[in-house]
C-alpha cells in the first residue's frame, strides 16, 4: 500500500478543461472520495491515477515513484468499475485466482492467496461453486475479491455501486468499509452519491467544474461548507440559504434579516455593506412561538422521530428537521429560530464562506 | 380515477409462491406504496394489476369491472418504471404526445398539444419539450417518463420504483414534486419501493409486504406506531428499532406475554450517569451528516438511538437507559398491546 500524491494536476480534452488544478494527497491506508456531480471532473481525474488518462500538466507520485507518464500496467493499482462483471464459465476460485493466472503466478501461490482472500471476504465455503448460482451479494464478493487478491499499491474505484438497488448499495457501503478497516487500503472511490462518500470516506474531495471546492473528513464538509455549492449538494433535505444585504464587524456575533436580527458564530473578518447568505441546516432550524422570522406551514413529511417542516418566509422556503411530536400543521404561522453555533454565512457573488469562530473548531463537528 | 380492488390473489412461479392471498382496495386519489425487500412480491403485485401477469387465482377489478381476464391494453393503466425508457429518437414533445396518438383515442393535433404543454408545465419541464428525449440528465428523462404516464389519465398509475436510479438530491426533489402533481391531479397511484422515505411521504396508505403477504396496511403513523409484528416495526425508522430481550429491563412494566421490547429512538430517554447508576455504555458516535447515531452497549446488546446533538455524549461514557412506553412483542414476533 502506498501515498497517492497528486500536484497541479490539469486535463484539458481540446478546449473542455475536465480538470484545472487538483493538488491533493491521499494518504497511505486511507479511503478517500471524489465525490461531484456528473461532469465535474472526478472520473477524469481517477483515470489519471490509474494511467488511463494522461495529465495536460502536473505530477502523480505513487509511494514516492513520479508515475505521472506511466503506463496503467505499471502502476501496480487495482481499478474497479461496477463491481458485477464476473467470467460465467469460472467458478469463484477461478475468478478470483484471473489476475494472478494472467501475471503469471504459480499453482501453489495463486492457490494460497486466492484462500486467503476468500477468508477475508468470508466466502471460502464458496469457492468451488459456480458464480451463476450465487446471490447478488456473494457475486460482488466475488468480484471485489478478483481486485483485492492482486494486493496492489492502491484500489481506484469508480462508482462501483452504481448498477445496484439502493437497499442493497447500502448493505455493500457498510461491507466497503468493514473491508477497508480490515486491509487498510489505499483507496480513492469515485461517486455522485453523497450518502456513499459521508458513510464510508475518511476524506472528501468535493468537486464541481474540475475545481476541487473542499477537501475534509465527512463532519467538516458537512457541518464548515466552504462555498455555497458544497453546502448545497451535501445533505438531504440541502441547507436551507437565507438571502440579506449586510456589513459585518469584525468579531460581530449577529445578522439582521429583514430586521430580525439572528445570532451566529462571532466573524473572523469584517465586511462592508454586501450581498450575503445566510446559510442553515434543516436541523438547526426549531419553530418558536416567539420568534419574529415568521414562516408559513407549506407542507409536514412525517418521519417517524422526525419530521421535514417546510415553510414559506420573505426569503423564500426554508425546510426544518424537528421532532415528530412538534404540532406543525397546513397553514399555520410558526416564528423560527436557528441554532446560531452552527450557521455558515456566505458572500453571494463569490460564493465562498466567510471566516467565523465556526471554522475553528469550537463547535464540535 | 377509478377504484381498484384485489380480492383473494395468488401467483406462483414454479414452485416460488410470489404473492400469497392478497386482498386490497385502493380507493379513488388514494396514494398507495407497497413497501418490502426484494423479493416480498411488490412489483409481481404492481405486474398483476397491469395484467402483465394472470393471477392463479383470485379477481382484479378497476373501477367497479372485473378485468382480471383482460389484456393491458384494455385495463387503461399507466406503468413507469425505475429506467427511463423513453424513446431516443424522438423529441421530449413526440415522447409526451406517444400516447395520446393512439388510434384508439382519435384526439385531434390541437387537443394533443394542449396536453402536453399541460403535462409538461406540470413536471416542469415545458422548456425541453423541442429536446431530444436521450440529450436530458437522468431527473430530467424521468420527468419525461412521469409526465409520458400523466398525459393519458388512465385509472391507476402502476409506479416500479421510479425514483430509484436518481441520486439522493434529484430523488428527494422528485418526491416532493411526485406529491404535489399527485394532489394536483386527484390521481390514483400504487406504488413499489423499498425506501422508507418515499413510503412515508407519499403515501396515504403504506402496505407492508412479507414474503408475498400483505402483512399490514395503515397511514405511515399507523404502520410506525402501531406495527403489528416485529418484521413491520423493523421496516420503518431510522435509525431502525431496536430489539433487546424482555430481561435487559426487569424494572420496567411489561405485559406477561412480553418477551422482547422494541425501542425506538422517542422510546429512551438517556442521561449521563454515573459508575453506580450507569445501564450502558456509549461506544460510537456514528456521523451521518444530518444526524448522529449513538451506539450503545446494554447488557451485551447494542441499542442504536438518534443523538441529541446538545448531549454531547462521548464514546466510553456511561449512561443511564431508561425506556418509556416502547413496544412489546411476544416469542413468535407478535405485538402484544398494553
Given amino acids: ?365 | 380515477m377509478a377504484e381498484v380492488t384485489l380480492v383473494n390473489i395468488h401467483k406462483a412461479f414454479g414452485k416460488t409462491k410470489a404473492v400469497l392471498d392478497l386482498s386490497l382496495t385502493i380507493g379513488n386519489g388514494e396514494f398507495i406504496v407497497l413497501l418490502g425487500p426484494t423479493g416480498a412480491g411488490k412489483t409481481t403485485l404492481l405486474r398483476l394489476v397491469a395484467g402483465l401477469e394472470q393471477p392463479d387465482f383470485g379477481n382484479i377489478s378497476i373501477g367497479g369491472f372485473d378485468v382480471t381476464g383482460t389484456p393491458p391494453a384494455g385495463r387503461d393503466v399507466a406503468f413507469v418504471f425505475q429506467q427511463y425508457s423513453l424513446y431516443p429518437h424522438m423529441t421530449v414533445y413526440e415522447n409526451l404526445a406517444f400516447p395520446l396518438r393512439s388510434p384508439l383515442r382519435a384526439m385531434n393535433e390541437a387537443d394533443i398539444n394542449a396536453k402536453v404543454h399541460e403535462i409538461a408545465r406540470l413536471v416542469q419541464i415545458e422548456d425541453k419539450l423541442q429536446n431530444q428525449a436521450t440529450r436530458l440528465s437522468g431527473g430530467q428523462m424521468q420527468r419525461v417518463a412521469i409526465a409520458r404516464a400523466l398525459v393519458r389519465s388512465p385509472s391507476i398509475y402502476l409506479m416500479d420504483e421510479p425514483l430509484s436510479s436518481l441520486d439522493a438530491k434529484l430523488r428527494g426533489e422528485l418526491r416532493i414534486e411526485l406529491k404535489r402533481i399527485q394532489t394536483v391531479l386527484g390521481a390514483t397511484i400504487l406504488y413499489v419501493t423499498h425506501d422508507q422515505i418515499e413510503a412515508m411521504t407519499l403515501a396515504t396508505r403504506i402496505g407492508v409486504m412479507d414474503q408475498g403477504r400483505l402483512v399490514q396496511i395503515g397511514t405511515p403513523r399507523e404502520i410506525y406506531t402501531d406495527p403489528v409484528n416485529m418484521y413491520v416495526a423493523s421496516r420503518l425508522g431510522s435509525p431502525a428499532i431496536n430489539f433487546v430481550p424482555r430481561n435487559v429491563f426487569p424494572d420496567l412494566d411489561a405485559p406477561q406475554s412480553a418477551s422482547m421490547i422494541g425501542l425506538r429512538t422517542e422510546h429512551l430517554k438517556i442521561t449521563r450517569a454515573d459508575a453506580h447508576s450507569a445501564t450502558g455504555t456509549v461506544t460510537w458516535v456514528e456521523h451521518l451528516g444530518d444526524q448522529d447515531y449513538l451506539h450503545l452497549d446494554v447488557q451485551n446488546q447494542d441499542v442504536v438511538t438518534l443523538s441529541n446533538p446538545d448531549s454531547g455524549l462521548k464514546t466510553g461514557e456511561v449512561v443511564q437507559i431508561t425506556p418509556t412506553s416502547p413496544l412489546f412483542f411476544d416469542s413468535k414476533g407478535e405485538r402484544v398491546r398494553v
Fill in chain 1, 1 to 365: 500500500m502506498a501515498e497517492i500524491k497528486v500536484t497541479h494536476v490539469k486535463k484539458n480534452f481540446g478546449e473542455f478543461v475536465a480538470v484545472r488544478d487538483s493538488t491533493f494527497t491521499v494518504s497511505d491506508g486511507e479511503f478517500f472520495c471524489l465525490l461531484g456531480p456528473s461532469g465535474c471532473g472526478k472520473t477524469t481525474t481517477l483515470r489519471m491515477i490509474a494511467g488511463l488518462e494522461l495529465p495536460s500538466e502536473g505530477e502523480i507520485r505513487l509511494g514516492g515513484n513520479d508515475v505521472t507518464f506511466k503506463r496503467a500496467s505499471e502502476r501496480d493499482i487495482a481499478f474497479v468499475f461496477q463491481l458485477f462483471a464476473l467470467y460465467p464459465h469460472m467458478n469463484v476460485r477461478e475468478n478470483i485466482g484471473f489476475p494472478l493466472k494472467c501475471d503469471g503466478l504459480g499453482k501453489a501461490e495463486i492457490r494460497r492467496r486466492v484462500e486467503e482472500t476468500a477468508q477475508i471476504l468470508r466466502i471460502t465455503h464458496l469457492l468451488d461453486k459456480s458464480v451463476s448460482g450465487l446471490s447478488g451479494g456473494d457475486r460482488q464478493r466475488v468480484a471485489l475479491g478478483r481486485a483485492i487478491v492482486r494486493k496492489p499499491m492502491a484500489f481506484l474505484m469508480d462508482e462501483p455501486l452504481g448498477a445496484l438497488d439502493s437497499e442493497f448499495r447500502h448493505v455493500m457501503c457498510g461491507e466497503l468499509r468493514a473491508l477497508h478497516n480490515r486491509l487498510k487500503a489505499t483507496t480513492v472511490y469515485v461517486t455522485h452519491d453523497q450518502i456513499e462518500a459521508m458513510s464510508m470516506a475518511d476524506t472528501i474531495a468535493v468537486m464541481n467544474n474540475g475545481f476541487i471546492e473542499q477537501m475534509g473528513s465527512p463532519r467538516e464538509i458537512y457541518h464548515r461548507p466552504a462555498s455555497l455549492f458544497v453546502a448545497d449538494f451535501i445533505g438531504s433535505p440541502a441547507m436551507n440559504f437565507l438571502d440579506t444585504r449586510a456589513s459585518l464587524a469584525l468579531g460581530t456575533t449577529e445578522i439582521s434579516i429583514d430586521g430580525t436580527v439572528v445570532n451566529m458564530p462571532a466573524m473572523r473578518i469584517a465586511v462592508a455593506e454586501t450581498e450575503l447568505v445566510l446559510g442553515v441546516r434543516p436541523e438547526d432550524v426549531m419553530l418558536t412561538d416567539q420568534s419574529p422570522f415568521r414562516g408559513e406551514v407549506l407542507g409536514v413529511e412525517y418521519l417517524g422521530t422526525t419530521q421535514i417542516v417546510t415553510m414559506t418566509t420573505m426569503r423564500g422556503t426554508v425546510r426544518a428537521r424537528v421532532s415528530a411530536d412538534v404540532k406543525a400543521s397546513l397553514g399555520e404561522h410558526v416564528g423560527l429560530q436557528f441554532r446560531p453555533e452552527k450557521l455558515s454565512v456566505f458572500d453571494k457573488t463569490s460564493g465562498r464562506v466567510l471566516k467565523s469562530a465556526l471554522h475553528e473548531g469550537g463547535v464540535h463537528g
